[in-house]
């Protein structure tokens, strides 16, 4: 098993090729800000939803979100793996969509969660999931945040993006996305014609997680 700075990136669209398909009974989160709302704090991070990537404990993001959510070790068909916190009815504000948080882990923690795991299970992408057992669930609470995906409901476009975000950002383009980068923010937008749009928040101290993957693929244009 191995893990890679994208599997922020990844996992988004893993999860998210999964979980859409799943019900869930429980009401909607409602966090106190919208996606646009990021606050930038004198440390030099950032807080969105009420939750500072980096810096924010899984346990900590679960009282501010709640807990109707699902907490496993994905593993993609290529053995990139992560661990996330999935929301599969999350609301900000008016405005809905799904809500994945991956947590800062090292690779020898995922493969003890893996094999310790009291189910594990096929995904629709091809990806398993693995549930924690009580002890690695315990565990798990308290690791740091790494990164938040967010994936609205709404459908997003170059003039919303830039209303709502605004217009210092670098415009970074593969064969099929067009991705607004947001050093300062910490935020990474993709949109795509065929998949839903992704945003994707991380401290920008650590912007390079979502950036750099980009650069070996992608033609730049500095707005």
Do not use: C
Not at 42 to 61: H, K, L
């Amino acid at each position: 098993m191995k893990t890679l700075a994208i599997s922020l990136g990844l996992s988004a669209f893993i999860a998210m090729a999964y979980f859409a398909l799943m019900p869930s009974a429980s009401p909607p989160t409602h966090p106190t800000s919208l996606p646009w709302e990021i606050t930038r704090l004198p440390s030099g991070g950032t807080e969105v939803f009420g939750i500072q990537p980096g810096i924010t404990r899984i346990d900590e993001a679960l009282q501010i979100l709640g807990e109707d959510h699902d907490l496993a070790v994905i593993i993609d068909k290529e053995d990139r793996a992560g661990l996330e916190v999935y929301f599969s009815h999350f609301k900000s504000g008016p405005l809905a969509g799904k809500l994945i948080l991956s947590a800062r882990i090292d690779n020898d923690s995922l493969e003890t969660m893996a094999a310790g795991a009291i189910k594990s299970s096929y995904m629709a992408s091809g990806s398993r999931k693995f549930q924690l057992n009580s002890r690695d669930l315990k565990r798990a609470q308290q690791l740091i945040l790494e990164g938040i995906s967010f994936i609205p409901a709404a459908t997003l476009s170059k003039e919303i993006v830039e209303r709502r975000f605004g217009l210092e950002y670098t415009l970074v383009q593969t064969e099929d996305s067009h991705y607004f980068l947001y050093p300062a923010l910490g935020l990474s937008i993709a949109l795509n014609k065929e998949t839903k749009e992704v945003l994707q928040y991380v401290h920008p101290e650590q912007f390079a997680l979502v950036s750099e993957p980009l650069e070996a693929t992608s033609t730049n244009a500095t707005n």
